[in-house]
């Protein structure tokens, strides 16, 4: 998993933190992470909740999409597709698991 997300485990809920300097933006690589953590913590019967809370010293919850991503100038067809997918395949699994879900927001979050 990559090294700006990481997981806590609690009794009964998980917390997933997003710490990727300067303004946690979320690229296809952030997001497939972010993915991976979730499937993680459903995957553990002991796990009835998760909060998602940003790690950074700032008040800063997420930018929201990295536009280097959606740039077209910066990045190629395939990679635009992979960026979506990635996004989509996070957001699907969110809406549909069995797990309450927080986001902690604190700070700016624009996007």
Not at 45 to 58: A, D, E, P, T, Y
Not at 61 to 68: E, M, P, V, Y
Not at 69 to 74: D, F, T, V
Request: aromatic share 8%; hydrophobic share 50%; proline share 4%.
């Amino acid at each position: 998993m990559a090294q700006f997300i990481t997981t806590e485990k609690h009794a009964g809920y998980a917390v997933i933190t997003i710490a990727k300097e300067p303004v946690n933006s979320f690229d296809a690589a952030m997001w497939a992470a972010l993915h991976a953590a979730l499937k993680a913590v459903e995957a553990d019967s002991s796990m009835n909740g998760v909060i998602i809370c940003s790690g950074l010293q700032r008040d800063v919850f997420t930018a929201g999409n990295d536009l280097k991503e959606l740039y077209a100038p910066m990045t190629s067809p395939q990679q635009y597709r992979t960026f979506w997918e990635a996004q989509s395949l996070l957001l699907c699994d969110l809406l549909r698991s069995r797990l309450a879900t927080v986001a902690a927001i604190r700070g700016a979050c624009p996007a």
